[in-house]
């Protein structure tokens, strides 16, 4: 079984920053592709940012430039780093890992409420 825990949400004000973490535990081989979606009150669940186990990015428009996903592959670990963050950035982020276990693994996180208001 393999679990993710997520860390780092809360209430920022405009133009702040805030850093998430997503901490892989359990029967674990190796973590390829990690991602963070999004889902924001009302909407369907988007992906914002994805990294490799090489370290290959990509990132959805409405976040470029604003945001850095980076991996401790020793740690099992992701993170978002987000800055300049904007009313429009709030939602609930979920790490979502692809897990070689016993066999391969799509896991997500439980979530985390990232509110961006004055």
């Known amino acids: 079984q393999v679990r993710l825990v997520e860390s780092g949400g809360g209430l920022v004000q405009p133009g702040g920053s805030l850093r998430l973490s997503c901490a892989a535990s359990g029967s674990i081989l190796s973590i390829g592709g990690m991602n963070w979606y999004r889902q924001a009150p009302g909407k369907e669940r988007e992906l914002g940012a994805g990294?490799?186990?090489?370290?290959?990015?990509n990132y959805a428009d409405s976040v470029k430039g604003r945001v850095t996903i980076s991996r401790d592959n020793a740690k099992n670990t992701g993170y978002l780093q987000m800055n300049s963050l904007k009313p429009e950035d709030t939602a609930v982020y979920y790490c979502?890992?692809?897990?070689?276990?016993?066999?391969?693994?799509?896991?997500w996180g439980q979530g985390t409420l990232v509110t961006v208001s004055s």
């Open positions: 990294i490799t186990r090489g370290g290959n990015t």
């Open positions: 979502n890992f692809g897990v070689l276990s016993y066999s391969y693994l799509e896991v």
